[in-house]
């Protein structure tokens, strides 16, 4: 089955940090641009961060930049955040996504909760 | 910056009937090489945002056709041909020409 899984969420202090995985079956993300987005509770989608196919360029929201990292190894068809001094409003559901189409493949995960009290 | 504006915000429908929702974009999202990068997305309850729209114009697969999409430049549409119960979620416009940006969202549900 092609999917995304995300994982690596939790409960984490102010403060704290957290890292993120997005491991891809079934297909492969190495040739194309990665995303995180997140989704505050009851709010709408948010954009975070993104690498290219390499992994050579990356830009972030303004409200992450200098606290979060992305990453990505394409060896292990895997996609990475680092989220380092989290604050409360960081708090959200954090999806993995490919916004390029690629029909019949997946094009996001089902997200992981990111919970910073 | 760019900032994506959808309307209505609510939009409660009939099944059976159409139903349209609007994006504005203060920025023209086309792009040199004549498409429009525009998305749409549903976000069905409890589940994650899938592809309806891309380019603007262009169903993915397995989107029924009762789904379009339309506009160009700074203002799109995306219109649903008949409401059916499993439309009920929220709709997104993105755009896609610089860093990913989502409209407020625009909530359907069944009268």
């Known amino acids: 089955e092609m999917q995304l899984v995300e994982s690596g969420g939790g409960l984490v202090q102010p403060g704290g940090s957290l890292r993120l995985s997005c491991a891809a079956s079934?297909?492969?993300?190495?040739?194309?641009?990665m995303h995180w987005i997140r989704q505050a509770p009851g709010k709408g989608l948010v954009w975070v961060s993104r690498?290219?196919?390499?992994?050579?360029?990356?830009t972030y929201a303004d409200s992450v930049k200098g606290r979060f990292t992305i990453s990505r190894d394409n060896a292990k068809n895997t996609l990475y955040l680092q989220m380092n001094s989290l604050r409360t409003e960081d708090t959200a559901v954090y999806y993995c996504?490919?916004?390029?189409?690629?029909?019949?493949?997946?094009?996001w995960g089902q997200g992981t909760l990111v919970t910073v009290s | 910056d760019t900032v994506m504006t959808q309307s209505p915000l609510s939009l409660p429908v009939t099944p059976g009937e159409p139903a349209s929702i609007s994006c504005s974009s203060s920025?023209?999202?086309?792009?040199?090489?004549?498409?429009?990068?525009l998305n749409w997305y549903l976000q069905k309850p409890g589940q994650s945002p899938q592809l309806l729209i891309y380019?603007?114009?262009n169903r993915a697969s397995g989107v029924p056709d009762r789904f379009s999409g339309s506009g160009s430049g700074t203002d799109f549409t995306l219109k649903i041909s008949r409401v059916e119960a499993e439309d009920v979620g929220v709709y997104y416009c993105?755009?896609?020409?610089?860093?990913?940006?989502f409209g407020q969202g625009t909530k359907l549900e069944i009268k």
């Open positions: 996504a490919r916004l390029t189409y690629v029909p019949g493949t997946p094009g």
């Open positions: 079934g297909f492969t993300i190495s040739n194309t641009w």
């Open positions: 690498v290219s196919a390499d992994g050579s360029i990356t």
């Open positions: 920025q023209s999202l086309l792009h040199s090489d004549g498409y429009n990068a």
């Open positions: 380019l603007g114009s």
């Open positions: 993105m755009q896609a020409l610089h860093t990913p940006l």
